[in-house]
């Protein structure tokens, strides 16, 4: 099936995520004031990236019922993917409103691309996009941060087990370690001992990075028909203080987050639309979508889908999409992490 990439009014959207980087050693160590503790220098904001390289695949014509998903190529040439995203998509764009689910949606263990699966219900065939962002490695060529210049992720997980067919789950990864800054993340449902599974029939309810952007939420329910492991994750850019020459979370400038509420929402609800876009010259490096009360928040336990949940194509803000059959008025949340550019 031809389909276009999803848009807003005055652009296109896809998926998401990249992050934390440097400017070259010489801005790096020049003395500027700091945010958040931990000593001087410039900080590294949107205009010091190198250009992000976006990998794609796409599961065309999933007729309803019927499973879909699995993993990009790799990021090229050793780069590191930064975020992505997952949404199902007509011949016009991404669908907001129709019975289709999204069962994961998570950086990969290597760091190097995405997992993504989907289920169409009873949905028109329909295909489903599974993105990443990749920052390739740069070795300072071009005076851009690339992926090499970037301390390691640290990983941290929150695996909720057993999790019985019809069961509702969810909750949130422990913080990242000694104030770090969570990257990207992600959540899907997995074979116990073994990994995803991209034909269960799941829903996630949520994938996002925390208020705080300290960690990861993540929230679903399945009906495999056995028992499934929950698995949500984060990537946590350290604090390096410019130990060993590398970039870390102190070194970035500071996220703005962009946000966006729809509802209440009465039971049976199907809504979906984008963030206000970032500031003028920032960038979004990563962001989710989730279903929560009013005024309360995020609520794993809620009969609620995800439909889609994306960066956009501009990497200027968040796609997201759903449906809610909670019984109750419920909001769907979407939100992004910009990163500003720094005034030299």
């Known amino acids: 099936m ?24 010489s801005l790096l160590w020049t003395a500027t004031a700091t945010a958040g503790g ?34 990009t190529a790799a990021c090229p040439g050793d780069g590191r993917a930064m975020g992505g995203g ?10 907001t409103t129709d019975a289709v689910y999204v069962s994961g949606s998570s950086i ?31 070795k300072r060529r071009g005076g851009r941060v690339g992926a090499d210049d970037l301390a390691p992720f640290r990983t941290v997980e929150r695996v909720i087990e057993d999790v019985q067919p019809g069961q509702r789950a ?32 799941a829903a996630l309810s949520g994938s996002s990075i925390t208020a705080a952007n300290d960690g990861w939420y993540g929230a679903g329910l399945h009906y495999a028909g056995a028992p499934r492991d929950l698995v949500i994750t984060a990537r946590c850019l350290p604090v390096t203080k410019r130990r060993g020459g590398k970039v870390g979370a102190d070194d970035l400038a500071r996220f703005k987050p962009v946000e ?33 009360a009013p005024g309360v928040g995020p609520q794993p336990g809620d009969n609620a889908y995800l439909s889609g949940s994306s960066i956009t194509a501009a990497d200027d ?14 909001s769907l949340v979407v939100t992004a992490r910009c990163l500003p550019r720094t005034p030299r």
Do not use: M
Request: charged share 15%; aromatic share 10%.
């Open 170 to 201: 969810g909750g949130y990864t422990e913080p990242c370690p000694n104030g770090g800054r969570a990257i990207t993340g992600g959540a899907y449902f997995a074979v116990p001992g073994f990994g995803p599974e991209p034909t269960d029939s």
């Open 2 to 25: 031809s389909h276009l990439h999803p848009h807003r009014a005055s652009g296109s959207i896809h998926l998401v995520g990249l992050t934390a980087l440097c400017v070259l050693l």
């Open 108 to 138: 990969t263990a290597g760091n190097d691309g995405w997992y993504g699966a989907g289920s169409n219900a009873d949905a028109p065939t329909r295909d489903l996009i599974v993105s990443t962002r990749c920052l390739p490695v740069t």
């Open 86 to 95: 997952v949404y199902f998509a007509s011949s016009t764009g991404p669908v």
């Open 317 to 330: 803000g968040w796609y997201g999409s759903g449906w809610q059959v909670t019984g109750q008025p419920r």
């Open 38 to 71: 931990g000593g001087g220098g410039a900080k590294v904001g949107a205009d010091d990236l190198a250009p992000i390289k976006t990998v794609e695949r796409i599961f065309e014509d999933v007729e309803a019922p019927d499973d879909a998903g699995g993993y």
């Open 260 to 292: 966006q509420v729809f509802g209440p929402l009465s039971n049976g609800s199907r809504i979906g639309g984008y963030t206000e876009p970032c500031p003028a010259r920032s960038r979004a490096i990563t962001g989710g979508s989730y279903w929560g």
